[in-house]
């Protein structure tokens, strides 16, 4: 798998490790199951061969529903401590609705910023060694993830201003070594 083609896969994996990460914080088992599952539920729809998404209405629907569950959740707990897994499962049932919305650089963003988010949220939420490893994971998987990214939307450049050039592409830039994987390693370790 070319670094190129990792991009998609790591971001996914980030997601992933969040919403292991936030259940292993809060010690909620279903939420471990159910989250997980319907993550890679959203992996096989949305990147499968036919690639199916929700309807941007369909996702705004579940989205207000979320949000109405989760206040809904708070109020009913009537705890003030509650506040703040209130809004990392707010935050969890998000990212999954994301997951399976269209896949633009927008959404990506908006992957990343929430996974980020819920691994904060888990941080105010527990103190386990296992949650620890798991935000220490998270952490490494984020910069490989942002570096892929980085590589992800320079080639896209490249291919639109080849595109652009109209039948005279211009020069692509050099790389160090004879591959390009080792040298993004040893930045990424660096």
Not at 44 to 73: I, M
Not at 136 to 165: D, F, K, N
Not at 168 to 178: D, N, S, V, W
């Amino acid at each position: 798998m070319t670094l190129l083609r990792q991009y998609r896969f790591a971001s996914f994996m980030l997601v992933l490790v969040a919403l292991i990460a936030f259940s292993v914080a809060v010690v909620d088992l279903p939420l471990l199951f159910v989250s997980v599952i319907l993550a890679m539920l959203s992996w096989y729809v949305t990147e499968g061969p036919r690639g199916k998404t929700l309807p941007t209405w369909a996702s705004n629907v579940l989205v207000v529903a979320a949000l109405a569950w989760a206040v809904f959740g708070f109020v009913a707990g009537g705890e003030l401590a509650g506040a703040t897994s209130a809004r990392g499962h707010f935050l969890l049932w998000l990212l999954l609705i994301k997951l399976f919305a269209a896949r633009t650089a927008t959404e990506d963003r908006q992957r990343f910023a929430l996974s980020t988010m819920i691994v904060l949220a888990g941080c105010l939420e527990s103190v386990q060694f296992a949650f620890g490893a798991l935000v220490i994971l998270y952490a490494g998987l984020a910069i490989w993830t942002v570096m892929l990214r980085r590589l992800h939307i320079g080639a896209e450049h490249a291919r639109a201003s080849r595109a652009a050039a109209a039948g005279f592409p211009t020069p692509l830039e050099h790389t160090f070594g004879r591959r390009a994987a080792p040298h993004i390693r040893g930045l990424a370790n660096g």
